[in-house]
T-cell receptor
Framework: GGIITQTPKFLIGQEGQKLTLKCQQN?????MYWYRQDSGKGLRLIYY???????QKGDLSEGYDASREKKSSFSLTVTSAQKNEMAVFLC?????????????FGPGTRLTVL | GEQVEQRPPHLSVREGDSAVITCTYT??????FFWYKQEPGASLQLLMK?????EINEGQGFTVLLNKKDKRLSLNLTAAHPGDSAAYFC????????????FGDGTQLVVKP
C-alpha cells in the first residue's frame, strides 16, 4: 500500500498572492495529477505529469503553474489568487502509463482567498 | 475530447430503496470505466473499475452496468443504507486519451433512515 500526502490541508491567502500546494506519494507511481473541485461540482484537471520533469496542461491550466521535481512529488502554484476564490485541490497518482489504471487521491488542500 | 454527463446531480432515497446513478459518454473508443465515492470532507475512493469487455459488474451492495451501444454506464445501489450517503463520480478513459480519465460532475446521494 501507499499514501498520498498533501500540504497544507488548509490554505488561506490574500487576493493577488502567489500560493504553492505540495503533494507527495510513496506508491512509486509514474503519473501524477492536480485537480480543482469547486463546492458540489466535479473535478477539473489543471496539470498532470507522466514522469519526472514532465508537465502536461489540463483543461484549467491558466492561472496555475506546476512542477514535478522528482518522481514522488508534484507541486502546484496559484500564480495570483482571486478574491473570494474557494475550492479544494486534489492531487492524484496513477501506477502506470496507460488509461486502464485507476487514480489514487490525496485528502485535498482547501483554499480560501480573502 | 471525451464528454461525460452524469445524472442526477442530487438523489435522495429511503434506507432499503435502490439508488441509480447514470453516466453517458461520447467517445466510442472508451474502454475503461471507474466509479469513485467521496464521503463528506474526505477524498475520492475507488469503488469499482470496469473494463469494456464486461457488461455487468457486481460489488458489495451495488451493481455496475455498461451499455456500450448506448454509451451508458450506471451504478445501482441495491438496498441503500445511510452509510452510502456520499458523492459518487463516474470516470471514463479511452485508449488514446494520453493517460487522462474524464470525470462526471458527480451525484450527491442522501440515504434517509
Amino acid at each position: 500500500g501507499g499514501i498520498i500526502t498533501q500540504t497544507p490541508k488548509f490554505l488561506i491567502g490574500q487576493e493577488g498572492q502567489k500560493l504553492t500546494l505540495k503533494c507527495q506519494q510513496n506508491f512509486n507511481h509514474d503519473t501524477m495529477y492536480w485537480y480543482r473541485q469547486d463546492s458540489g461540482k466535479g473535478l477539473r484537471l489543471i496539470y498532470y505529469s507522466i514522469t519526472e520533469n514532465d508537465l502536461q496542461k489540463g483543461d484549467l491550466s491558466e492561472g496555475y503553474d506546476a512542477s514535478r521535481e522528482k518522481k514522488s512529488s508534484f507541486s502546484l502554484t496559484v500564480t495570483s489568487a482571486q478574491k473570494n476564490e474557494m475550492a479544494v485541490f486534489l492531487c492524484a497518482s496513477s501506477p502506470q502509463l496507460g488509461n486502464y489504471a485507476e487514480q489514487f487521491f490525496g485528502p485535498g488542500t482547501r483554499l480560501t482567498v480573502l | 475530447g471525451e464528454q461525460v454527463e452524469q445524472r442526477p446531480p442530487h438523489l435522495s432515497v429511503r434506507e432499503g430503496d435502490s439508488a441509480v446513478i447514470t453516466c453517458t459518454y461520447t467517445d466510442p473508443n472508451s474502454y475503461y470505466f471507474f466509479w469513485y465515492k467521496q464521503e463528506p470532507g474526505a477524498s475520492l475512493q475507488l469503488l469499482m473499475k470496469v473494463f469494456s469487455s464486461t457488461e455487468i459488474n457486481e460489488g458489495q451492495g451495488f451493481t455496475v452496468l455498461l451499455n456500450k451501444k448506448d454509451k451508458r454506464l450506471s451504478l445501482n445501489l441495491t438496498a441503500a443504507h445511510p452509510g452510502d450517503s456520499a458523492a459518487y463520480f463516474c470516470a471514463v478513459s479511452a485508449g488514446n486519451s494520453n493517460n487522462r480519465i474524464f470525470f462526471g460532475d458527480g451525484t450527491q446521494l442522501v440515504v434517509k433512515p
